[in-house]
């Protein structure tokens, strides 16, 4: 029997890659807001993971509060140095205690911080250069008791909403696929005064892309001014040499715009991170769970890094969204878009949410085939809800891009 919980729109608007103007950011790994974002979800997996070691089961923990302050430091061409440690605060809520077994909480949360930081960062000396804090604390009463009625599905953990939509657009996929390039093995290996925080901005307006590229570039790779300008311009040819993968559009990139030479005024660093300068972050500050902040779409502001992977909705049902957006137009070619939003009741078995909505715009050829089309997608949405436990599992593992 179908699922009256469920509707699907026929809209009547334009794909976002037929509008005039579009907006997209991405807050690349080293940025402080990523940086944090990683840290907490590194802590939620590592406590899941000795949770279901120690007692079969993942436990009540939300780790979805954090902040990195930034420190301070002195860079010149050739050489930096941090001067004042930075500072990661990990808060939320997680269970110390079950049926005789302790857990560690607080060194497995602040020991996943260290280790996210050694991964993802090249020039940070993590054990002199950062100072690492847990404030979590014991998990409140009531949440803790919605875990405990849960039986053979999780009930939600609070009342929220998730989104997820597909395909991505052409400046969509550029700017996220910019920055993964820009931060990867090979191309440090090709430019390594290419920072790990790296933020891009790709605007569309009619059919030219400009992406302004914010790079931390590191100083101990640089040694004057001319060569900093000479890398600068290989990386925005480089860039542009890629795009040709994502985009038949004009591309027009910018690096460092703000920067000014004329006094002196360069983006380098000691660590290839902002963060070692004052530049702080927060979790929930950067790219959804797609990876991107994009304002032209329907968007959810939950921040579902740190978040149980169990039973908490402000990360399942923006995974799950996401997946039933992609399958739709796979599946089915000739939709356009699809953008899938799904909104829980706290205490509501978490395969039944309190509503689904799949917005589709179909090809204008097929436009006739919207009440099969509904048909299917409905049954799409239906068996990932009727199967939503595999979700925990693949947070868990790192399937998921979560941030």
Known sequence: MPNSNITVINSTHRALSEQDVEYVERKGIGHPDS?????????????????IEKTGMV?????????????????RYGS?????????????RATREFNGASIPVDEIV??????????????????????????????SADLNSIFKRSKSVPLANDTSFGIGFAPLTDTERLTLETEKMLNSRDYKLKVPAVGEDIKVMGVRVGSKITLTVAIAFVAQFIHDAEEYQKIKERVAGDIIDYS???????????????????????????????CESGDDGQVGRGNRVNGLITPFRS??????AGKNPLNHVGKIYNVLAGEIANDAVKLYPYIKECTVSIVSQIGRPIN??????????LDGSDSKKFDSTSKKVREIAEDYLENIGYITNEIISGKHQIF
């Open 110 to 139: 602040t020991k996943a911080a260290a280790d996210y930081l050694k991964e993802h960062t090249r020039f940070l000396d993590v054990e002199n250069e950062v100072r690492i804090s847990s404030k979590v604390l014991k998990g």
């Open 299 to 304: 968007m959810s502001l939950e921040a579902a």
């Open 35 to 51: 940086l944090i974002d990683g840290i907490v979800e590194k802590a939620a997996v590592e406590l899941s993971k000795e949770y």
């Open 59 to 75: 436990l009540h923990h939300n780790i979805d509060k954090g902040l990195i302050v930034g420190g301070t430091s002195e860079v």
């Open 352 to 361: 039944d949410p309190k509503h689904l909505n799949i917005n589709l715009i």
């Open 80 to 92: 930096g140095r941090i001067t004042k440690p930075i500072e990661v605060i990990i808060a939320g």
């Open 244 to 274: 040709k993968k994502f985009t038949n559009n004009e591309v027009e990139v910018f690096i460092n715009y703000g920067d000014s030479q004329e006094n002196e005024e360069v983006y380098i660093t000691k660590s290839g991170l902002s």
